[in-house]
């Protein structure tokens, strides 16, 4: 990794929590080193429990828009039982990568152009290599899924409202 990933800590909260906040998820900053609650990946991962995404100023954006992603993109039944592991499919995992990548453009400082960089340097993996190659070529399964859950609209927008 040539360059460190941007965390909570380098953007500030304020923004993330308005974005969070329009989804009806609350983000809980905990102290340095503090462990994070429901965090499926540990260490300084986001952290899932209900309505309440869990960071860290070391945590990852990345980390955070995801496991946001996974809240809006779950049903209202998972999502009230939500602890930890947020579960879904394939397809859903796809259309929770799509969607962070969408959102990454609403905070001041990120936008997709770093997402990209910063997810590719955390691991995730893509058939073409990249999540840029993804994104721009290999996701229109992740489009449908969203929009027929009314998460994105005809443009690919973000219509900021969680799966019904």
Same mark, same amino acid.
């Given at each position: 990794?040539?360059?460190? #990933? +941007?965390? +909570?800590?380098?953007?500030?909260?304020? !923004? #993330?929590?308005? +974005? *969070?906040?329009?989804?009806?998820?609350? *983000?809980?900053?905990?102290?340095?080193?503090?462990?994070?609650?429901?965090?499926? $990946?540990? =260490? @300084?991962?986001?952290?899932?429990?209900? =309505?309440?995404?869990?960071?860290?100023?070391?945590?990852? #954006?990345? !980390?955070?828009?995801?496991?946001?992603?996974?809240?809006?993109?779950?049903?209202? &039944?998972?999502?009230?039982?939500?602890?930890?592991?947020?579960?879904? %499919?394939?397809?859903?995992? !796809? &259309?929770?990568?799509?969607?962070? #990548?969408?959102?990454?453009?609403?905070?001041?400082?990120?936008?997709?152009?770093?997402?990209?960089?910063?997810?590719?340097?955390?691991?995730?993996?893509? @058939?073409?290599?990249?999540?840029?190659?993804?994104?721009? %070529? %290999?996701?229109?399964?992740?489009?449908? $899924? +969203?929009?027929?859950?009314?998460?994105?609209?005809?443009?690919?927008?973000?219509?900021?409202?969680?799966?019904?």
């Amino acid at each position: 990794m040539t360059e460190a #990933v +941007l965390t +909570l800590g380098g953007i500030g909260p304020a !923004s #993330v929590a308005a +974005l *969070l906040g329009r989804y009806g998820l609350c *983000l809980q900053i905990l102290e340095p080193g503090a462990p994070i609650p429901g965090s499926y $990946w540990g =260490e @300084r991962e986001a952290g899932l429990k209900a =309505e309440r995404l869990y960071a860290r100023p070391d945590t990852p #954006v990345h !980390s955070i828009l995801h496991e946001a992603c996974h809240f809006i993109c779950m049903s209202p &039944a998972r999502r009230t039982a939500l602890d930890t592991d947020a579960g879904g %499919d394939d397809a859903e995992e !796809s &259309a929770v990568c799509y969607l962070q #990548v969408l959102l990454a453009d609403a905070l001041p400082g990120v936008g997709r152009d770093r997402l990209f960089r910063d997810m590719d340097a955390w691991g995730y993996s893509f @058939r073409l290599g990249s999540t840029r190659a993804w994104f721009e %070529d %290999d996701a229109q399964d992740a489009r449908i $899924w +969203l929009r027929a859950r009314n998460l994105t609209d005809a443009a690919d927008r973000p219509t900021g409202r969680c799966r019904a």
